[in-house]
């Protein structure tokens, strides 16, 4: 039996952590949640890596429960390419046609493994095939982790624009098993991290602190796996290391709050807005340097914009902006759009003041016009218990070079 922590979210214990959860995790879902036909939806970086083990842990706990011959159970597979282009209609059409000509009925549970792409899109395969059917999140990146996997909020992108088609439908359960990071791109790993700091800027002050007197040991617990190793013969770790625990309290502290959040604010009102810190701007960036740059590295530009607009505002001293600063920068993300990776990476693009400032004002969050922004009042709390309509000149002045 793997160690595990839960975490509840909509009053019902549904969120697992752990390290190397297969098994758990396959003995809890064929008990608890009984289907005739399991899909796992992964795609083609994932798949190569993990999914064999699903497949023989699949039989081996299936038989041990005896459910081998009573009944006509069945795990199949669907790999999507990885890549948000994947999360279409077009790819979602492809697995229900996958579904349906595996003769899928209601009885059928998808298990979502991968990152926020294939939770989003296998999510909304769920929700609306055969009127929905029940799904579980096995993330599978950082942003996954602690983001993406967890709320319900499941969707697809079109032409027009990200995650306009979509539905709320929660996921029975949520494995989060940190033996996933170890294959995990670094550059993947810290756009997760921007998501955990901005959890903290706004939630807690010692959790922010955590963060910045951990930076080692959280690299060390994650880049330091036998995994990463070419010699790794495919031994596990018996015993939790302090670094994998600490990794471990940070993930779930983070999950923990927008699950906490999620509970009493279902369908985004008030509440679900402050986890949008750095996300106005932050968003507004990504429309204009997307695909080049990743959405963390977007929202961690956008806290620091953020932050210097509460601090313009006389909310924020100007000690907390300098340690929001360097705790983004000592995890490896991008702090303004004028360093030399952020030009590197983007190459001719560039984030026109006048043209920042048109898509907020489309921005869907916004109150007609007004834009809104979460104002920290300090490191780990907001001066309102929600997003603050702030001014466009003030933003302006803030954007302008
Ligand atoms: P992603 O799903 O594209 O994954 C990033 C890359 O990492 C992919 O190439 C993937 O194949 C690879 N990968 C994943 N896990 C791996 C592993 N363990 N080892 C090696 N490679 C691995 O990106 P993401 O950042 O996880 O998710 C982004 C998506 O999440 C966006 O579509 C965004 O809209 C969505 N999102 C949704 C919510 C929500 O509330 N539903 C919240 C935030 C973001
Ligand atoms: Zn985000």
């Known amino acids: 039996e793997p160690e595990v922590v839960k975490v509840s979210i909509l009053n019902e214990e549904s969120i697992i952590l752990g390290f190397h959860l297969t098994k758990f995790m396959l003995r809890d879902i064929l008990s608890n949640i009984p289907s005739s036909t399991y899909v796992v939806i992964t795609d083609k970086n994932i798949a190569p890596i993990y999914l064999s083990k699903i497949i023989t842990d699949f039989e081996k706990v299936a038989s041990k429960l005896n459910l081998i011959n009573t009944t006509k159970l069945r795990l199949i597979t669907y790999i999507i390419s990885p890549g948000e282009q994947s999360k279409s209609r077009d790819t979602k059409a492809e697995i229900e046609d996958f579904l349906l000509s595996k003769a899928c009925g209601r009885d059928t549970c998808i298990l979502a493994m ?19 059917v029940p799904y579980v999140q096995i993330p599978t990146t950082l942003l996954a982790m602690v983001d993406s996997s967890i709320g319900g909020k499941t969707a697809v992108d079109t032409p027009h624009g990200k995650n306009l088609i979509g539905s709320f439908w929660q996921p029975k359960r949520i494995y989060i098993d940190l033996m996933f990071l170890e294959t995990l791109p670094e550059r993947e790993f810290n756009n997760g991290m921007a998501e955990v700091i901005k959890t903290a800027a706004i939630s807690s002050e010692s959790d922010f602190i955590n963060l910045e007197n951990g930076v080692s040991s959280i690299r060390e617990a994650v880049f330091s796996s036998p995994k990463r190793n070419v010699q790794y013969q495919g031994a596990i770790l018996a015993t939790r290391t302090p670094s994998q625990s600490l990794l471990l309290s940070v993930i779930m502290t983070s999950a923990k709050f927008k699950a906490d959040v999620v509970t009493h604010d279902e369908r985004e009102s008030g509440l679900r807005g402050l986890l949008n810190f750095g996300h106005t701007i932050g968003h507004a960036i990504e429309a204009i340097l997307s695909p080049e740059l990743l959405h963390g590295e977007c929202v961690s530009i956008g806290m620091i914009k953020e932050a210097e607009i509460a601090r313009h505002l006389g909310h924020l001293n100007q000690v907390s902006v300098s340690r929001l600063y360097k705790v983004l920068q000592d995890y490896d993300l991008p702090v303004s759009l004028d360093e030399k990776k952020v030009k590197d990476l983007v190459g001719k693009k560039f984030c026109a003041v006048d043209k920042l400032m048109e898509i907020m004002k489309v921005d869907k969050k916004n109150q007609g016009d007004q834009k809104k922004i979460v104002i920290l009042s300090s490191l780990g709390s907001t001066y309102e218990k929600k997003a603050t309509i702030v ?4 933003i302006r002045k803030i954007l302008s070079p």
Do not use: N
Not at 114 to 132: E, K, Q
């Open 391 to 394: 001014s466009d000149s003030v």
């Open 114 to 132: 991968g990152g926020g792409v294939i939770g989003d899109l296998a999510g909304f395969v769920a929700a609306t095939f055969m009127r929905g």
